[in-house]
């Protein structure tokens, strides 16, 4: 077995943040879904970012590429304050270089490929590369000790997930000492465990890497007229070739450490992922304080209910409520309201996710029901409650969540 783990400015940190999110349309349309808001007051890179920091980790490049503004601006306001320049600490923006092609970023191999400049420089003796679009707490340390226990070349984590639910992603199978064996793509039948026939191993998108195998695997890529993609092209090919791959099982951090890991990166599955952060013990626990996550949060007043004459009282019940909100006689229930969001006499929001600065009309319904920022329901309107009116109006998902995009006219 290899050193026990390396020291932090042995590691350089890569996070693909680049992607267009076509699955999350329409609440991808102006911005990376990265820099999608996610649990009230976050944004999803706020994960990533925040488990780095916490790991010890405070050197690290943003791969970015697609609509980018927003994402800039909130790490900027984030994690600027945070981290200190005269100690080598910095989350770098890195747009495609466009050095060796006349292209953007075709594929996660690419995006690396393209700035191995970046590696030529630091001499890191291993890259961390990650997602920056999944809603999870992870100490990438522990990581990083088991990829060096095992002189791994590259390290994936993964978790148990039902086999149904993973066909989206990449499913490893394994030998007894960790060694991954296998590798698929999105399978349409996800091989199960041996000893349980209904769960399978999926990739989460996390590695260590050894960055001469890095290297070495993105240059021989880049020569190839492949999909130049991690998961559908370079890990399956190492695989195969008998190279030095280990499954990391995947641990939560913080007080109550679940493995709760979510890719969301579809609608149903950002609903889905705002319905868990609302259950009475959620597996995601955003008020640890021993593994906080990280944001910028706007000077904004503190939550207020008012009760209007007329109106029976406001009535919360399992809700998240951000700062700025005002909810005046209305009902709130099973849903996350962003910062800024008022809500008129009488209005109802169920099961519903309600961004930034959204106005919701008196006697206005909604349930199950994704707002975009910035949106003014009319009062009196109903949405979540006529699958066809709603089809005609605005995005409908597979599961029946209905999404109003931004700047929506509404009448």
């Not at 791994?152 to 639910?165: N, Q």
Request: glycine share 8%; hydrophobic share 40%; aromatic share 8%.
């Amino acid at each position: 077995m290899g050193q026990a783990r390396p020291h932090q400015r042995d590691v350089t940190v890569m996070v693909l943040a680049g992607g267009e999110g076509q699955r999350l349309h329409p609440l991808t349309q102006s911005r990376a879904k990265p820099g999608v808001r996610f649990g009230g007051t976050y944004r999803m890179i706020d994960f990533t970012l925040s488990n780095c920091v916490n790991s010890g980790l405070r050197r690290i490049h943003l791969l970015t590429q697609y609509a980018s503004m927003s994402l800039s601006r909130h790490v900027r306001r984030t994690w600027g304050p945070r981290l200190n320049d005269d100690m080598d600490e910095f989350v770098d923006f890195v747009p495609p270089q466009r050095l060796f092609s006349d292209r953007w970023y075709a594929g996660t191999a690419d995006a690396i490929f393209q700035n191995l400049f970046l590696l030529q420089e630091e001499r890191p003796q291993h890259v961390l590369l990650l997602s920056g679009d999944h809603a999870y707490k992870m100490d990438y340390s522990l990581l990083l000790q088991y990829h060096c226990q095992h002189e791994a070349e590259l390290t994936v984590s993964c978790l148990k997930m039902r086999r149904e639910s993973a066909t989206q992603l990449g499913v490893l199978q394994i030998d007894r000492d960790g060694r991954v064996v296998g590798f698929l793509e999105k399978p349409a039948d996800p091989p199960a465990l041996p000893d349980d026939e209904e769960h399978c191993l999926v990739n989460m998108g996390v590695y260590a890497w050894r960055t001469t195998s890095l290297v070495e695997q993105v240059v021989a890529d880049a020569r190839t007229d492949s999909h130049h993609d991690f998961g559908r092209d370079i890990i399956p090919a190492m695989v195969a070739a008998g190279r030095a791959v280990y499954a990391y099982p995947f641990v939560g951090a913080g007080r109550s450490p679940n493995s709760y890991w979510r890719d969301i990166g579809t609608i149903a599955s950002y609903w889905q992922a705002h319905m868990d952060l609302i259950a009475p013990l959620p597996e995601l626990d955003l008020y640890d304080d021993l593994w906080p996550i990280y944001t910028y949060k706007a000077p904004l007043p503190p939550v207020k209910t008012v009760h209007s004459g007329g109106h029976p009282p406001p009535h919360i019940g399992c809700a998240i409520l951000c700062a700025g909100c005002i909810v005046k006689s209305a009902t709130v229930r099973d849903s996350v309201l962003s910062p800024g969001v008022v809500l008129e006499p009488g209005a109802e929001v169920v099961e519903s996710v309600v961004m930034d600065d959204v106005t919701v009309g008196e006697g206005a319904r909604l349930r199950r029901v994704i707002v975009d920022e910035g949106v003014h329901i009319p009062a009196g309107y109903v949405i979540g409650y006529d699958p066809q009116a709603d089809a005609e109006r605005f995005v409908v998902a597979d599961n029946g969540i209905v999404v109003v995009q931004k700047r929506s006219a509404l009448d």
